[in-house]
């Protein structure tokens, strides 16, 4: 299995190309003396530098000098350095509140075939197990609204949903339900919304969750709709509690969308595919209790009328049409 740094770069030949990293922090993909690679964050360096200074165990000295402070677009903020041959966004996705504004941003710096490599947390696997995946509709709302920061209801969300296992925020494996315990109150998730919506501020936020068949999905819906600048060239499977995309340029008129449902590039994953079936076995004889039981079984009348009901109610709609 490719190692985390290999997975981010298997479409780019670092050493060849002039690429752009978001949020590098301590730990950048790709080094300097790896080849010709910018780096970008919303403040510079010694305010990174102050932010993380009472972060216990957090070497602020090893922050990675930043090139480029956003101001507006990313495209107004790189300038005259544009075009690029990659961009790296580690963790930095499920933060934007356009994500359909932010592709084609990223896709204004970047060359013609140029690539845009992904790291993306697996909901299942951090503390937003306990949030819906994010679906089309949700990424479609928030690019005609075109919000600038994250909206009341996710950040509630983000704070009254965030989940705690073991201590721990991030895990490498689903963890049992029962197990999970919440990080914040719901009081304080409704004072943060309520500072969200009054104040103007922006709340760093997940503002969207995702699995790697559910981000092939809504991308694939997105590409049908011509709504990126991008192809999906390849989507992993989730490793540890992260998985990897990588979207090369394209025309969106022209863009190769995942098949729609029911063809194998919505299918889950190949773990996903395992986590299902080992949940239907685990429920299995609970199913036959419950088939078995004498309140099923007394039930049945009630069903079997229910099910008569709706024939009828359906034939009759059917008639007025």
Known sequence: MPGRTDSLLRSIDVASSKGLELGPLINPVVRRDMGDVRYIDHVDTDELRSRYATHVGFDVEAIVPIDYVTHGSIYDTVGPDIPFDYVIASHVIEHVPDVIGWLGDIRSVLRDDGVLSLAIPDHRRCFDALRSPTVTADLIHAHLTKPAIPSPRQVFDHYSSAVAWRGLISWDQEPPFAELVPVHSEAEALERATTASTSGDYLDVHCWMFTPSSFTRVF??????????????????????????????????????????????????????????????????????????????????????????????????????
Request: hydrophobic content about 40%.
């Open 220 to 321: 694939g819906a997105l590409t049908r709709l011509h709504l990126v600048p991008f192809s999906l060239e390849t989507c992993s499977d989730t490793v540890g509690g992260e998985f990897f995309a990588t979207l090369r340029v394209s025309d969106p008129s022209n863009a190769s969308a995942p098949p729609v449902a029911g063809d194998e590039g919505l299918l889950p994953t190949a773990s996903e595919d395992a986590a299902v079936r080992a949940e239907l076995r685990s429920g299995g004889p609970e199913l036959k209790r419950v088939l078995a039981s004498r309140s099923w079984q007394v039930t049945k009348p009630l069903r079997v009328a229910n099910r008569q009901i709706a024939r009828v109610r359906n034939g009759v709609r059917a008639r007025l049409r």
